[in-house]
């Protein structure tokens, strides 16, 4: 037997490992920073399968070494070196995808698909209260002919987070506009794709990139019209606010295709 081979025992440890792992990630709230909740039912199946295949290891594991004359492999510091992306998903904490995988995409997400904004409207709003809208769900309606002038004369609300808009010289929008960004995935964080609403005319202080805010205001379609080509704010439908305040990470922090 070679001396390099890992051990059945060691495999079932290793195993055993990977199944908590993935049961772990699959019914705690990390799971919405990787992956859609549809997916959710397949990733518990997948760390139970593991688990019975850790168990079913760990039997014959223990019947090998009951058997007599049989002789056990030595440990493998290789096969050991499999622990090492457990230990570090276990002990770091890298939150959901943020500005940085904003500016790494050359533009705003283009929606497809329909979106009616009236029915939304009378199916979302209750005594009074400012309706909210997904970010893809008002990207949809601002580029939309027959939507924009519903959605310029209702004031609506959108969560996100911020990422700071860029001068010419490359440092901070003068005129202290930000981005409103969310991220859509379809499967999982590998996919996603940059949702972004142009926020003017806030005359408080500029919030910390990356901060979670709701904004209350109306799709300005001049605004609009006069974006700037900006990497980031450019050519995005601008929302003219009307309230800001601070809010927490939302337990799902990302949106997903209809």
Request: glycine share 10%; aromatic share 8%; with cysteine.
């Amino acid at each position: 037997m070679s001396p390099t081979r890992l051990r059945r025992a060691d495999a079932a440890a290793l195993l055993a490992g990977l199944a908590g792992l993935t049961l772990w990630l699959s019914l705690t709230d990390a799971f919405y920073r990787y992956l859609r909740p549809t997916m959710r039912p397949w990733l518990v199946a997948a760390g139970v399968f593991v688990a019975g295949l850790a168990l079913a290891t760990a039997v014959t594991a223990w019947r090998e070494s009951r058997r007599d004359g049989a002789v056990s492999a030595r440990p493998s510091v290789a096969g050991w070196l499999l622990v090492v992306p457990l230990v570090i998903a276990l002990s770091t904490d890298p939150g959901a995808l943020g500005a940085f995988a904003v500016r790494q995409q050359a533009g705003g997400y283009v929606p497809v698909g329909d979106f009616d904004l009236d029915a939304h409207l009378r199916s979302h709003t209750w005594g009074g209260q400012v309706p909210s809208l997904q970010l893809h769900q008002f990207l949809a309606a601002a580029k939309d002919d027959d939507e924009q002038r519903l959605l310029a004369d209702t004031t609506v609300r959108l969560t996100g987070f911020v990422v700071h808009d860029r001068g010419a010289d490359g440092g901070p929008d003068p005129d202290g506009g930000f981005t409103l960004a969310r991220l859509m995935i379809g499967c999982c964080a590998g996919d996603a794709s940059g949702l972004l609403v142009a926020v003017r005319g806030h005359d408080g202080p500029r919030p910390d990139e990356e901060a979670w805010v709701e904004v209350t205001g109306r799709f300005d379609p001049a605004l609009t019209a006069a974006q700037p080509q900006d990497a980031i704010a450019g050519s995005v439908p601008v929302l003219a606010v009307s309230s800001l305040r601070h809010v927490d990470e939302p337990r799902e922090p990302y949106e997903y295709p209809s």
